[in-house]
């Protein structure tokens, strides 16, 4: 079974940087796709970026094109989202995921960024 441990969450100023950091172990973790998704206050969860397994294909929503990069070390495990040119509505709690098939059915316990002056 694939478990998930984000970190790398904190306050930032806007136009700052952050990394995330999504630690996986598990049984073939490489097989699981991953996902960065977050959840603002009184919003729906959002899907942020993907990466397949190997790193092979990434995925962005539009909002965060060109300012969020989703990479993999494989021999670490680790998942990461370079979050750059911050603002304040990337505020939220942001989990990794993971999935074998269609179902995003293992998640971390997700790690709060806050953007603000």
């Known amino acids: 079974q694939l478990q998930l441990v984000e970190s790398g969450g904190g306050l930032v100023q806007p136009g700052g940087s952050l990394r995330l950091s999504c630690a996986t172990s598990g049984f073939t973790a490489d097989a699981y796709a991953i996902g960065w998704f977050r959840q603002a206050p009184g919003k729906q969860r959002e899907l942020v970026a993907t990466i397949t397994p190997a790193g092979g294909s990434k995925t962005y929503v539009n909002s965060v094109k060109g300012r969020f990069t989703i990479s993999m070390d494989s021999a670490k495990k680790t998942v990461y989202l370079q979050m750059s040119s911050l603002r304040p509505e990337d505020t939220a709690v942001y989990f990794c995921?993971?999935?074998?098939?269609?179902?995003?059915?293992?998640w971390g316990q997700g790690t709060q960024v806050t953007v603000s002056s």
């Open positions: 995921a993971g999935r074998e098939t269609s179902v995003w059915n293992y």
